[in-house]
């Protein structure tokens, strides 16, 4: 019994469920991979990335993501929050000194910074920003990029995905295909 067991859900039903996955969600099986206009690799849909220069800091030409506790930044084998609470004096700190960093960095005052903006997802790894966040950022990119606020506002716009079912969840735009995008545009 063990062995006939073994054999139809050890074996049987794994191959059946990866051949599903692997011919109706080929893309989501193999892990919503988003590739450039040369076919490479750069991200996933469902990771979040950091946009940085060779020093670190925060890459002008590309919008930026949420901020990230896991690991470094955007590690999936290190997946967490901060699991600091609401009244914890340190992530205070860190709320407001992101806050004025971010509203420096964009050239806004520091009330237009959207929450999310200052603090990171449950899991570390959230890709997606709200609309309001990436609209503070359109006019840095577009100025780093040479290219026009509304073309940038624009591939924003496209990249703005709605509530799910029209009523679930709030409108997102996922930092990865976006910054993809833009790398796209500029070539």
Known sequence: MILVLTIVLGIGYTAVVLGIGQGAFTSKANGSLITDSSGEVVGSRLIGQSFSTADGEPDPRYFQPRPSAAGDGYDALSSSGSNLGPENSELIAEIRQRRADIAAFNGV?????????????????????????????????????????????????AHTRGRDLGYLGEPAVNVVELNSALDAMSE
């Open 109 to 157: 005052s520091p009330e237009s910074v959207p929450a999310d903006a200052l603090t990171a997802s449950g899991s570390g790894l959230d890709p997606d920003i709200s609309p309001d966040y990436a609209a503070i950022q359109v006019e840095r990119v577009a100025s780093a990029r040479g290219l026009s606020g509304a073309d940038v506002t624009d591939l924003v716009a």
